[in-house]
């Protein structure tokens, strides 16, 4: 309790890099905030829309505010985006997933032909059982996120890798842009202060497999904050912090959170 109670006020003193709610980080990528800022969230929950042309992946729905979709819908009309082909869900927390409900109806309102997204999640934590309303799944294909599963937007311009992630949460996936060297950190690694832990051994697992990699990635764009440009150095400060934690004397390993 007493560890809960400093990451807490580390929270509250950090001042928070201020987002837009729209921006293009580059020619394949643009985030789109989740509009719900908090103490766990951050500045809020980062989406993003992947690929150049008129289909794009998305990966992530937010929370499932209103203004989200607002920003959302202005995001994929500026880019003349006609269709998501797949949405990439990290992991079940419902700053992530509660947003599918209203992006699956948008989605259909876009595309004349009716043809709605494939959903992918890992199959741990079924994703019925996050949503507040299941039966938005009926007649819906929700696919496996696998270690190594790769997904081409419908113009070739880019593929996305899946990376399992387990640490956050055991179903947690981050993903690969392979024609930018990118990394997708989904809540692995944060853009600012440090992500809550469910299991403190597959956690540093997780990091070390990503630090054996970070030769591949230029850059890492995280759920919650800014983008971190050193991906080595952000890899190398959190596995140093909590490898202190992990080999304390007495100190339970398994569990840590923020």
């Keep these: 309790m007493r560890q809960q109670t400093k990451r807490t006020q580390h929270l509250v003193a950090m001042e928070l890099i201020a987002l837009p709610a729209v921006r293009k980080l580059s020619s394949l990528v ?12 951050l500045q809020g929950t980062n989406t993003y ?3 150049s042309g008129s289909s794009r992946i998305l990966i992530d729905t937010g929370a499932g505010k ?3 979709l607002d920003h959302l819908k202005g995001a994929l009309a500026s880019a003349g985006v006609k269709r998501l082909s797949h949405v990439l869900l990290s992991h079940h927390h419902a700053d992530h997933v509660g947003g599918l409900q209203d ?3 948008l989605a259909a309102r876009m595309d004349p032909n ?6 992918w999640k890992h199959e741990k934590h079924p994703l019925a059982e996050a949503l507040d309303n299941p039966s938005v799944l009926e007649g819906l294909s929700v696919g496996f996120l696998k270690e190594g599963m790769r997904f081409a937007t419908e113009d070739a311009s880019c593929t996305v890798r899946t990376i399992y992630a387990p640490g956050h949460t055991d179903d947690h996936c981050c993903f690969f842009l392979e024609e930018e060297q990118a990394l997708f950190s989904g809540d692995a690694i944060l853009g600012q202060g440090t992500a809550v832990i469910t299991d403190l051994k597959s956690y540093l697992s997780t990091l070390r497999a990503l630090q054996k990699g970070d030769a591949m990635f230029k850059v890492i764009h995280p759920a ?3 983008p971190l440009d050193d ?3 952000a890899f190398e400060s959190r596995s140093a912090g909590l490898m202190k934690v992990a ?5 339970e390993t398994s569990t840590w959170r923020r």
């Design 30 to 41: 643009v985030t789109v905030l989740g509009m719900n800022p908090g103490r766990m969230t």
């Design 49 to 51: 829309l992947v690929g």
């Design 66 to 68: 209103a203004e989200y």
């Design 103 to 105: 992006v699956l109806a």
């Design 114 to 119: 009716g043809h709605a997204p494939q959903i």
């Design 224 to 226: 919650h904050g800014p």
């Design 231 to 233: 991906p080595a150095a």
């Design 247 to 251: 080999f304390v004397p007495g100190r």
